[in-house]
């Protein structure tokens, strides 16, 4: 379990480092069983996010890192919705049609892939905690040999 006042410290400090104090952000732990570790809801016109941390079952073990993360997505979120649009603008918008399904899905991909690799370049450069989180894969480590 992590503690509010640590989250608020963490936040402040990387909402400076990258430029985002102009930025509204609240966050929110979330105390329920949830498939996710964590996401951001953002109003890029209103410059206000509300930042959800799983705070009952994280498979993030590192939390700057996942700060980080979702503070990044905040960053890249322009950028995020411009490819959305054009995506949509080439292949329309039906979630059954394959070409949009792949680009959407390739776009998406890149879009983790590039936030998690900045991510780890923050946190390599200035983290108090520099640990790598495994939760994503130890889960499927633990069942192969039955820990
Ligand atoms: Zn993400």
New binding site residues.
């Given amino acids: 379990m992590f503690e509010e006042r640590d989250l608020l410290k963490t936040l402040e400090k990387w909402q400076k480092i990258l430029r985002l104090k102009d930025w509204d952000i609240k966050l929110e732990l979330v105390t329920k069983e949830w498939r996710k570790t964590g996401d951001v809801k953002i109003d890029q016109a209103d410059k206000t996010a509300i930042m959800l941390i799983n705070n009952c079952n994280p498979k993030q073990t590192n939390i700057e890192a996942l700060i980080i993360?979702?503070l990044l997505?905040i960053k890249l979120w322009g950028m995020d919705q411009m490819i959305e649009s054009l995506l949509k603008c080439v292949y329309g918008e039906d979630d059954e049609d394959p070409k949009y399904v792949f680009a959407y899905t390739q776009f998406m991909e890149l879009l983790?892939v590039t936030?998690?690799d900045l991510t780890k370049g923050y946190v390599e450069l200035g983290a108090d905690d520099k640990s790598v989180s495994f939760g994503r894969i130890q889960g499927q480590a633990d069942a192969e040999w039955g820990r």
Avoid: I, V
């Fill in positions: 993360h979702e997505h983790e936030t998690q």
